[in-house]
């Protein structure tokens, strides 16, 4: 079968580096692959954000890269959620954690019972939270009877030492040549499917590298796949969903404290989050163009980065012979761990629809629609923290806020919100990154309450529901209390790490 | 070989594999991850499951001596006139 020889891998920072060490991990070596580092655009990479979900543990075995790999690489902790604080300066404060799914009563989801029992919120019941609250951590244990065991846990990192970390994984089966690209160079003939294909990239270093496939990493230029758009029957709107805003991003020093959450500050301006290193704090603000000196003003520290960005999507990152990844595609405001799951996807997907032959329209088609999909419904869970209706008067009347609330528009959205508030439904779609209990904890979180609940839950009587619910609530402060704080959780695992790496 | 993923599709991968290959719809390639494992490789995976599967199959009741065994066995005349004409190992 003849097929894919050689695949060539441009850009720079996290997103060409754990692209080039996924496809050295999981390809067979008869596919050689060359990736042209250029000096460009790595300074984007802090929109990447700084917390992972869950999934990144498993990701990054895949790339062999181990637990200890990235806590002895990099400045990494672990990491309940995000914690929303007075979120858009409503009464609204959070932790967004990382939870399996909740534990049913007679088959009927733990929300219902909440509402039933005429409460607000789930934190009570989710031991994550309760351990956030106090800065506790230890590894969910694989026993599930402990009630531990229903918590998941991610990462706060830093990007770049994450980035350098893949880097430092590439072995000889990756071509490297640290070069810019002057030209790509297009055939003016159209393919066998009407397309426009890439037959090379000449280098600023006079050389010219020709490849079957070429996965543009190079940001949110695009240098090498907008080179085929403009060439080919792409959509002329280009970028969906365009939102400018502006970044500022610096490393400060960390107090003695070592939260188990990314803290997100709203501000008038729009936010600020910290992220809490091994042995500094990570601020990055994020604001409107138009309120940018305000925003510099409350930034608290000399801004190491600082740039204008356009949030928003490509209507398609396939196309030809050139597929675009990471922020090539799509740039996700850093709200969430939406731009780190975003990126995984894409390389997963990448991944299984490497093409069988030069003709690709099959493995692009269905790349595009699983792309599409995957950045449609990360959007709807970015919306929804911006669809504030239910609270009533609680748009900030500032820029940043106005602006957000155009974006969310979505009639996927509108239908969850509608179904939730109504009856405690959860509308899913196909394969969304966020699953239901991300939506529940959101939910909760925002003081959206359904009107009613699961009439089901009623063959539970009030007295056993209250009885489960109590005892829940009980045991997990109980577990909590006999929990070690995160620091010095940290620290002895590091040890004990050492120890075992020196024997 | 390729399957389409649906979270939430009617019928999972190995029905659409059985389906698609049952009417001779063969893919004309595969997925190039494939190619990471050596023939000996498979063919030594391949052979153990092929084993298993037919230790496990050989050792396993004829279906009219587990309906018996349990219970379940019907003694009504059709039913057992069509019982007594299976064969051994058929369906």
Known sequence: MSGIKHIVIAGNGLAVNMTALALQQQLPPDINLTLINSAKYADLDCLYGSTSAPDMYAFNLMLNVSEPDLLFNTNSTFCWGNYFDRW???????????????????????????????????????????????????????????????????????????????????????????????????????????????????????????????????????????????????????????????????????????PTHRRIRACEFGWQADTYLRNCIQRLTVCSPEQKSQAVDAHGAEASIAMAFSAGHRQQAWTGNCVAIGQASSLIEPLTPAPMMMLMRDIQRLLELIPVTNTMSAEATEYNRRFIADVEHTDLFQGALFALEHLPDSLPEYTYWQQATQFVQSEKLTRKLTQYHHRGILVNYDLEPFNEQDWLILHSGMQRRPQTYDIVADQVPPAEMANQLNGMGNVIQQVVSQMPPHAIYLEKLMAYLSQKRNQ | GYIQRYEFGVFLPPSWIAVLLGQNLMPTGFDPRANNTSDAEFIQTSERMRKAILNSVNNTPLHREFLTRYGAASNSKPLMSAMASTTSGGN
């Not at chain 1, 694989?142 to 991610?154: Q, T, V």
């Open chain 1, 88 to 258: 858009a300066m409503t009464p609204c404060s959070w932790l967004q954690g990382f939870h399996l799914p909740f534990p049913a009563m007679r088959g009927v989801g733990l929300h219902h019972f909440v509402t039933r029992h005429g409460e607000t919120e789930l934190a009570s019941y989710l031991i994550n939270t309760q351990a956030d609250k106090t800065g506790k951590f230890a590894h969910p244990p694989e026993d599930n009877r402990h009630p531990l065991s229903r918590a998941e846990y991610g990462y706060q990192f830093d990007v770049s030492a994450l980035s350098a970390l893949y880097a430092s994984k590439l072995s000889s089966k990756v071509t490297v040549i640290n070069a810019s690209i002057a030209d790509v160079i297009t055939n003016p003939a159209a393919d066998s499917t009407g397309n426009i294909n890439i037959t090379g990239l000449q280098l600023d270093n006079l050389q010219r590298v020709e490849a079957d496939l070429y996965i543009d990493c190079t940001g949110p230029d695009a240098k090498v796949y907008s080179e085929l758009e403009q060439n080919n029957q792409v959509p002329k709107i280009r970028v969906k969903n365009a939102r400018s805003l502006f970044a500022i991003h610096s490393t400060l020093q960390r107090s003695e404290a070592l």
